[in-house]
């Protein structure tokens, strides 16, 4: 089982982005974002269940990211709008069968946003 990331990059202030993470040798019932800035501890930022309804976000992102996934293609999404210096940080995809535990990561995408 792999989660390859993908989409990071720099941009600046108000600007977009959209990471994907794509997954392979399983469907997962749950998929979701992760991400850890320099000295800090990794946060929740959001998930999704694989039906499609459901998402969660954490309160920082809510109103400017979108989670979304496409089952045909193994992929969840993160549309990243308006965004802020205070999302630069390392972000990750994870994944899980149920309630619990992330069982699988990916190897991170770099986010940075300038001023």
């Known amino acids: 089982v792999q989660l390859q990331a993908s989409g990071g990059g720099l941009v600046q202030a108000g600007g977009s982005l959209r990471l994907s993470c794509v997954a392979s040798?399983?469907?997962?019932?749950?998929m979701g974002w992760f991400r850890q800035a320099p000295g800090k501890e990794r946060e929740f930022v959001a998930n999704?269940?694989?039906?499609?309804?459901?998402?969660s976000y954490a309160g920082s992102v809510k109103g400017r990211f979108t989670i979304s996934r496409d089952n045909a293609k193994n992929t969840v999404y993160l549309q990243m709008n308006s965004l802020k210096p205070e999302d630069t940080a390392v972000y990750y995809c994870?994944?899980?069968?149920?309630?619990?535990?992330?069982?699988?990561w990916g190897q991170g995408t770099q986010v940075t946003v300038s001023s």
């Open positions: 999704i269940f694989r039906s499609g309804v459901g998402a």
């Open positions: 994870a994944a899980k069968m149920g309630t619990g535990e992330y069982d699988y």
């Open positions: 040798g399983r469907t997962f019932s749950v």
